[in-house]
Structures are given as structure tokens and as C-alpha cells.
């Protein structure tokens, strides 16, 4: 890895320091959050850097010398459920799996047992040939970046940058990874006289498009191709294994991501993580895991899936809105060949049904249990006090 430090990039990909601003009335407001997290940082668990941490992780941990990944088919290609399923040996819903119930004849289940379900002979789609033989964990940096969204087509209060300059000033979240990057719909300060987000253009008039239904928010797939192309335009994500996009409002630590993705084969086409079980496409955008083929497939392609793909209409299973900027890039990494693995444990969100408890499964306010909850990513906590609470007590 680089060695970069927690303001993110390395002397040749550093930020040009913005014009001097004042710290103004947002960062004041945080302030004494910061301090009594400092408090508490300094007594428990440490942002440790990211190249100790790796060397840490390296010295101890054997390789794990796979060979093989499975590789889950795109959602079109794969049976309903109540299907017989033999044929494709894969589930439309997440979290599904193949089994047989007699001879000639298997159905999609969550669980099957046999006698009681039938025979229960797994049907699965072949192992696919990973691109390595040999895990490395050294094979883990990181290129992290969140979008802070200023006009979000409502009135209601939105702490997301709050939460961004906080994170940087403890160097947590994206900002532990090995270089990083905050896009926005503005220019506005990270840091005072250090860092900026970095504006995209509206170039094609069509960021606000239309609004969610339930949220009055602006659906987000154009804003975040936006975002995706100076990504790729800049080039730093290309000297990284992996790209991660987070919302400010999830918990993110790094050095779990690293240790997850260092336990990872992955294919020559790439992989993406599909994180959420039990739904019909499970790439939640509170963590985005590419490899490093994935993402430069899924940028080089951005164009065409503008063209082919029905993104900005609507369809049943999209609730007959337009898609969001995770499920654009889900269909389009799935359209140009990049392979899909199954990391339901890479994030515990709240927004994915499944992690709901029994009883609790309708609850849209039910939070994880921060204290217990060892994913690399715990989402979502929108308020400064509840995201700073939650992540002090998960590195206890």
C-alpha cells in the first residue's frame, strides 16, 4: 500500500487547499461530540493506521490458499421461487438456494430439511476459477468516497455534513482508507484551509429528474454516474484493489473491510459484494464493495448502460420508480460480465429487512446493536450523536 495518510492521498494525489473558511456554526456544534470521542478514543480502541494495521494482519494470518469462488448469476438468468429450479441451479431472491424435493424436481428455499422438505440435495451453479491461488492480505488498500448531497428536494434536516467533517477530523470512516475522495452537488469545506468536496456538474440537466415518492428526495442514479466518471476521470481509485463507496450515515471501519477482503478470491471479471438477503437485488448502497476489475468495468461502461438500461422509467419490482444509483450500478455491472458474490455479513443494515430481528421485521426505526455488532459496516445512524455513540461502542 501507499503510504498515505489519513488525510487521504499521497503527495502526487493531494487535494488543492481550499480558500480559507471559517469553521462556521455546523462544526461548532459537533465540537464537544469530537472531544468526548477523542476522550474516549484515547482510552479504547485507536484509529490505527492503515499500513500498521495491514502489517499486523499480514504477520499473523496464514494464506488461505483458495482456488475456486462461487459465483452467484445475475438475477435474470436464475428460477423464481416455486419454480423448479434444476435448470438454472441458481434463485432470483438473495439468500436463496437451490434444493432438490424429489428426484427431477428442486424448488427455492431459505433452508431445507431433509425429510421434512424432501431430499435436500443442494443444486448449485459450478465454482468459477478465482484469479489468484494464493490470498494475500496485502492485496486489501482501499479507495473510499461518499457523496454529500446539498439539494435533496426536501426541507427535512440532513446531517450528512456534519457527520463527513467530524469523520474527517477523527480520520474515521473513508477516511482510514488509503486514499479517498467526498463528491457533492457543491464545493464546500471538509476541513478548514485542507479539504474540499469535489463538485460534479450537472452537465445534462438531469440530477433532479424526479423525486421518491415516500421521501421527496431526488433519486440519486444520475447525481452518482456523475460522481462515478470523475472517479474514473481522476484515476486514483486504479491504484487500489478495491473501491468502496459508503453513505455518511453508516459506520464504517476500514481495517474490518481489509480483513474481510483479504479472506476474498476474486475473478478475472471482478466482483461486487451483493450485501442483503431475501430480496430481488441485494446491492444496498450504504456499502459498496468493487474489485478492482469490477470497477473499472463498471466505469469503462457507464455510457452504454446510460443507453440500454430502463433506469430513469419504472417497474414493478422497483416499486414502478426509477432506479437508484445502487440497483444502476448493480444491473449494469451485471449486463457487461462482472461477477457477483454472496457478503451478506459484510454490513448489518437496517434498511435490509433480514437483519431486522423477529417482531421487528417492519420496523423502519429498529438500529443494530452497535456494542455487538462486528460487521465492517453498521447502518444507518443519521444524527451526529447516535453515528458517534455507535461507533465508539463497536470498537469497545
Not at 463538485?199 to 447525481?223: C, P, Y
Request: some cysteine.
Amino acid at each position: 500500500m501507499d503510504t498515505e495518510t489519513l488525510r487521504g492521498v499521497s503527495s502526487g494525489d493531494e487535494y488543492v487547499a481550499p480558500q480559507s473558511q471559517r469553521w462556521g456554526k455546523v462544526a461548532l456544534a459537533v465540537g464537544a461530540a469530537c472531544a468526548l470521542l477523542v476522550v474516549g478514543f484515547a482510552t479504547g480502541s485507536h484509529f490505527v493506521s492503515p499500513q500498521a494495521s495491514q502489517a499486523v494482519t499480514s504477520s499473523v494470518v496464514a494464506p488461505l490458499q483458495l482456488n475456486q469462488i462461487a459465483v452467484v448469476p445475475p438475477r435474470e438468468e436464475c428460477a423464481k421461487v416455486g419454480k423448479n429450479c434444476i435448470a438454472q441451479k441458481c434463485c432470483k431472491v438473495t439468500g436463496y438456494e437451490c434444493y432438490e424435493v424429489k428426484p427431477g424436481m428442486a424448488q427455492c428455499m431459505k433452508e431445507c430439511i431433509p425429510g421434512k422438505d424432501g431430499t435436500c440435495l443442494h443444486h448449485s451453479q459450478p465454482m468459477k476459477a478465482s484469479e489468484k491461488s494464493d490470498i494475500s492480505y496485502s492485496a486489501n488498500t482501499l479507495f473510499c468516497f461518499s457523496f454529500y448531497t446539498e439539494e435533496t428536494g426536501t426541507t427535512k434536516k440532513s446531517y450528512e455534513l456534519d457527520l463527513l467533517r467530524t469523520q474527517l477530523f477523527l480520520g474515521a470512516s473513508i477516511f482510514g482508507c488509503e486514499a479517498w475522495r467526498v463528491y457533492s452537488d457543491v464545493e464546500t469545506w471538509l476541513s478548514p484551509n485542507k479539504f474540499n468536496t469535489v463538485k460534479v456538474d450537472d452537465v445534462n440537466n438531469d440530477f433532479h429528474f424526479q423525486k421518491r415518492k415516500k421521501t421527496g428526495t431526488w433519486i440519486n442514479s444520475n447525481i452518482f454516474i456523475a460522481a462515478w466518471k470523475a472517479i474514473k476521470d481522476e484515476g486514483v481509485w486504479a491504484g487500489k484493489d478495491w473501491t468502496v463507496k459508503v453513505d455518511a450515515d453508516a459506520v464504517f471501519l476500514p481495517e474490518r473491510l481489509r480483513q474481510y477482503v483479504g479472506q476474498v478470491e476474486v475473478t478475472k471479471n471482478g466482483v461486487y459484494f451483493e450485501n442483503c438477503k431475501y430480496v430481488s437485488y441485494g446491492f444496498f448502497g450504504s456499502l459498496e464493495v468493487l474489485s478492482h476489475n469490477a470497477a473499472g468495468t463498471f466505469m469503462a461502461n457507464l455510457d452504454e448502460c446510460k443507453t440500454s438500461l430502463n433506469y430513469m422509467g419504472s417497474e414493478k419490482l422497483t416499486g414502478y420508480e426509477p432506479w437508484g444509483e445502487d440497483l444502476f450500478a448493480q444491473r449494469c455491472m451485471d449486463l457487461h460480465g462482472v461477477d457477483k458474490i454472496s457478503a451478506f455479513d459484510v454490513t448489518t443494515d437496517a434498511a435490509c429487512a433480514a437483519w431486522r430481528p423477529e417482531g421487528q421485521k417492519k420496523n423502519l426505526k429498529w438500529k443494530p446493536d452497535c456494542a455487538t455488532t462486528l460487521t465492517p459496516a453498521i447502518h444507518p445512524f443519521k444524527k451526529p450523536k447516535e453515528y458517534f455513540d455507535c461507533l465508539k461502542a463497536t470498537q469497545r
